[in-house]
């Protein structure tokens, strides 16, 4: 490439991305001084009151996870430098898939370095031309993308809409598809809507459908004993591929899973590309991962602490005078609808000691721009109402409080 044609490459990039700067759509990155955890240091000094992690738990920063990895990496090492056929598992790594299994209640499990990965590289190797992915509207982008590498037919349906996806269903099966495969988020990570599983099974069985979730935002702390959505709504055994992430609440580093049936597994080590040619996940991570699982199968105390602290967020933020989408989720979107108010919203609450982050149109609907109050365990009854007397006091000052005229 000639350096004009340089120049004009790297000048078209710049003008993108100055044009995401003037629509204020630019994603600036926060930069953090200490360990994740409910209350965090940026680097500008300033002590904050972190409300947008995905550290359910609170097992980000625990020393007890800490610990563990430390173990881990004392025993096996720091990584692998290989894959996992051709000398890349260890006995943590098989130790770990047999206890996701256990918790999930499925059959066999396979690790991945990301959920990206696993949902990324789930479909190609299982569907082809002759089979039907009916995809729920709202589906996170790994779900998306994996799609978009399989050649099965493609059906979509509007999100958590029981009506849409059995005219989808209908439709598949119209077109003379072999397998069908409904594929939707256990829980949607930007409203905390729950997938209606119970309905969504019904209608499998109903046309003959597979069924695949992406706990991403639901597994150790969804349903009685955290186990995910799928003991939500009481339809352990009727989902068959469940995929999922150790980098949420799950201990909040890196890493993900698929659990399936074994064949489903054994085909994916065969022929999951992301499986095949990337470096296996991390000893420290795997060793962390097996802790916090024997951790929340021992006790609901983490889990009953953190829905405990949601109830009250909700209900205290709706009584100041704020809009929230309705729910039992630690995701709670507050709604400002306008980009330029959640960003100065955002700001405020930045000013005021809490960490925040808008959420704004192409990531929502145009209109529906909000901040997203995620819960964690590790919040104290003193932190929630430091944040809620900040919530109060950024509403009043932007004007934007439902009893404000």
């Known amino acids: 490439m000639s350096d004009q044609a340089k120049a004009t490459f ?72 290989s894959v996992r056929f051709i000398c890349g598992t260890q006995t943590v790594h098989k130790e770990l898939e047999q206890a996701i299994s256990s918790f999930l209640g499925m059959q066999d499990t396979i690790l991945y370095a990301a959920a990206f990965d696993a949902n990324g590289g789930l479909f190609e190797p299982l569907f082809d031309e002759n089979d039907a992915i009916i995809s729920d509207a709202l589906n996170h982008a790994s779900i998306i993308d994996g799609i978009r590498l399989c050649k099965a037919a493609r059906y979509r349906y509007q999100n958590n809409d029981m009506a849409d996806l059995e005219a989808q269903l209908q439709a598949a099966h119209a077109a003379g598809k072999r397998h069908k495969v409904i594929c939707t988020d256990g829980v949607f990570s930007m409203d905390g809507t729950i997938a209606k599983l119970n309905e969504i099974c019904d209608l499998a069985d109903k046309y003959g459908a597979l069924v695949m979730i992406d706990e991403s935002h639901a597994s150790g702390f969804m349903g009685a004993t955290g186990r995910g959505t799928h003991e939500h709504h009481n339809v352990m055994g009727r989902i068959d591929i469940i995929t999922g992430t150790l980098g949420k609440a799950l201990g909040g580093a890196m890493g993900g899973f698929t659990a399936a049936r074994k064949e489903v597994i054994d ?70 609808f306008e980009a330029p108010v959640a960003q100065k919203f955002a700001a405020r ?57």
Do not use: W
């Open 10 to 81: 790297f000048s078209a990039l710049q003008t993108s991305l100055d044009t995401l700067r003037e629509q204020g759509l630019y994603k600036p990155e926060r930069v953090l001084a200490s360990r994740q955890g409910a209350e965090v240091e940026g680097a500008d000094g300033r002590h904050l009151i972190n409300m947008c992690a995905n550290n359910y738990l609170g097992l980000s920063g625990d020393l007890q996870t800490q610990q563990a990895a430390i173990a881990a990496t004392e025993k096996y090492g720091y990584g692998l430098s």
């Open 267 to 336: 085909t994916l080590r065969q022929k999951s590309r992301p499986y095949l040619f990337s470096n296996t996940l991390a000893p420290m991570i795997a060793g962390a991962s097996l802790s916090v699982l024997d951790r929340i199968t021992a006790s609901t105390e983490l889990r009953d602490r953190l829905h405990e602290n949601t109830a009250y967020f909700r209900k205290e933020i709706e009584r100041i005078g704020f809009t929230i989408k309705p729910g039992t989720h630690p995701v709670v979107p507050v709604m400002l």
């Open 349 to 405: 609450m930045y000013e005021l000691g809490v960490l925040l982050s808008g959420f704004f149109y192409p990531v929502v609907p145009m209109g529906q721009a909000r901040v997203r109050v995620q819960l964690s365990a590790a919040h104290t009854r003193e932190q929630l109402d430091i944040v809620l007397k900040a919530f109060e006091q950024a509403g009043r000052e932007l004007g934007i409080l439902k009893h404000q005229s």
